[in-house]
């Protein structure tokens, strides 16, 4: 049974609870044995393309709801996931949606950016930012919204707020009952929340590697510090050890080409069919396989990547030459 508080959400997802599939061939490339290597199908989340933030969407629109919000903001790159499916998410509930991206308007809209011209928020382009040029830039399109009598609900880049980071309380709370004890849990880091509240519901900081992927210049301060609000929200203990956070393979930046990333991506489709995208999760299973190549995974138990989609991303044009030229 989940906590009271992780009830309090508006459903969404397509399927609860999402698999986690054995990836046996992928493993073996690695010298695990069988039953060591799993995936968490969170890009089977279904809404708006999937992904993970359908999980976090849950609980935010949830909140937005109740607090009589008309309008749903966020913000992030040009190819976020997150803009997409909260754009989804409000054609879903009838609400107002305008997204953030930090980015020039491209001539020919690709990947994620066609999906939002597909779903139709209101688009604010705001031109080359970091992270917290980002949030700024956020906060500009809420005063703007309210000022013209609109009730913005403003939310972080990538919905990382800790009620956010309670779709992955639950997800960590899901896969004790999947698996029962995992040895660790891997996941791509771009704004935080997602390791957060993997972390709060595994309760260890030891359970989860999250993979910097170039977004976010504070994960080492951030994640630990929303995982404890995240577990005390969700009436959970505080979690316990010390942050884990792969700094190396985000190569010269967000959504940067990398080799590492480009050979994780062929392996995962050509073992086990699974496709992964150039910016979050190709990352995310290059540090796993790195891992896995130095001797560095747990001697024992379930290690579990979590899928959290972003596969219009490797539709976007500056990835297709990167991905053709490939040489096995």
Same mark, same amino acid.
Request: charged share 20%; net charge negative; with cysteine.
């Given at each position: 049974?989940?906590?009271?508080?992780?009830?309090?959400?508006?459903?969404?997802?397509?399927?609860?609870?999402?698999?986690?599939?054995?990836?046996?061939?992928?493993?073996?490339?690695?010298?695990?044995?069988?039953?060591?290597?799993?995936?968490?199908?969170?890009?089977?989340?279904?809404? @708006?393309? !999937? =992904?993970?933030?359908?999980?976090?969407?849950?609980? $935010?629109?949830?909140? #937005? +709801?109740?607090? &009589?919000? /008309?309008?749903?903001?966020?913000?992030?790159?040009?190819?976020?996931?997150?803009?997409?499916?909260?754009?989804?998410?409000?054609?879903?509930?009838?609400?107002?949606?305008?997204?953030?991206?930090?980015?020039?308007?491209?001539?020919?809209?690709?990947?994620?950016?066609?999906?939002?011209?597909?779903?139709?928020?209101?688009?604010?382009?705001?031109?080359?930012?970091?992270?917290?040029?980002?949030?700024?830039?956020?906060?500009?399109?809420?005063?703007?919204?309210?000022?013209?009598?609109?009730?913005?609900?403003?939310?972080?880049?990538?919905?990382?707020?800790?009620?956010?980071?309670?779709?992955?309380?639950?997800?960590?709370?899901?896969?004790?009952?999947?698996?029962?004890?995992?040895?660790?849990?891997?996941?791509?880091? @771009?704004? !935080? =929340?997602?390791?957060?509240?993997?972390?709060?519901? $595994?309760?260890?900081? #030891? +359970?989860?590697? &999250?993979? /910097?992927?170039?977004?976010?210049?504070?994960?080492?301060?951030?994640?630990?510090?929303?995982?404890?609000?995240?577990?005390?929200?969700?009436?959970?203990?505080?979690?316990?050890?010390?942050?884990?956070?792969?700094?190396?393979?985000?190569?010269?930046?967000?959504?940067?080409?990398?080799?590492?990333?480009?050979?994780?991506?062929?392996?995962?489709?050509?073992?086990?069919?699974?496709?992964?995208?150039?910016?979050?999760?190709?990352?995310?299973?290059?540090?796993?396989?790195?891992?896995?190549?130095?001797?560095?995974?747990?001697?024992?138990?379930?290690?579990?990547?979590?899928?959290?989609?972003?596969?219009?991303?490797?539709?976007?044009?500056?990835?297709?030459?990167?991905?053709?030229?490939?040489?096995?």
């Amino acid at each position: 049974m989940l906590p009271n508080a992780l009830d309090a959400r508006t459903p969404l997802a397509s399927i609860r609870p999402t698999p986690v599939e054995p990836i046996d061939r992928l493993g073996a490339v690695l010298g695990l044995e069988p039953g060591r290597l799993w995936v968490k199908r969170d890009d089977l989340n279904g809404l @708006g393309g !999937g =992904g993970n933030k359908v999980r976090k969407l849950e609980y $935010l629109v949830h909140d #937005a +709801l109740a607090q &009589g919000c /008309d309008t749903l903001v966020t913000g992030g790159g040009r190819q976020s996931n997150h803009c997409r499916i909260t754009a989804a998410a409000a054609n879903r509930l009838g609400l107002a949606c305008t997204i953030v991206l930090t980015s020039p308007r491209p001539t020919t809209p690709t990947g994620n950016v066609l999906l939002d011209e597909v779903l139709r928020p209101d688009i604010v382009w705001a031109g080359e930012r970091d992270y917290y040029g980002a949030e700024a830039a956020i906060d500009e399109a809420c005063e703007r919204l309210t000022a013209e009598g609109r009730r913005p609900y403003r939310m972080p880049v990538g919905g990382a707020s800790t009620v956010g980071a309670l779709g992955y309380v639950a997800c960590g709370l899901e896969l004790v009952d999947q698996l029962g004890d995992v040895a660790l849990v891997v996941t791509a880091n @771009g704004s !935080g =929340g997602t390791h957060a509240g993997l972390v709060a519901g $595994l309760g260890s900081h #030891a +359970l989860v590697l &999250g993979v /910097d992927v170039g977004t976010r210049p504070d994960l080492d301060d951030r994640v630990p510090e929303k995982a404890v609000e995240a577990a005390a929200l969700a009436g959970l203990a505080a979690p316990t050890g010390t942050v884990q956070v792969d700094h190396d393979h985000f190569g010269p930046g967000y959504g940067a080409a990398t080799e590492a990333c480009r050979e994780a991506i062929h392996l995962a489709a050509t073992t086990e069919g699974l496709l992964l995208d150039p910016v979050y999760t190709g990352k995310a299973m290059a540090a796993l396989i790195g891992r896995a190549r130095r001797g560095l995974l747990p001697d024992a138990g379930p290690v579990v990547f979590v899928h959290t989609g972003g596969l219009p991303a490797l539709f976007a044009h500056s990835y297709a030459s990167w991905i053709r030229d490939h040489k096995p």
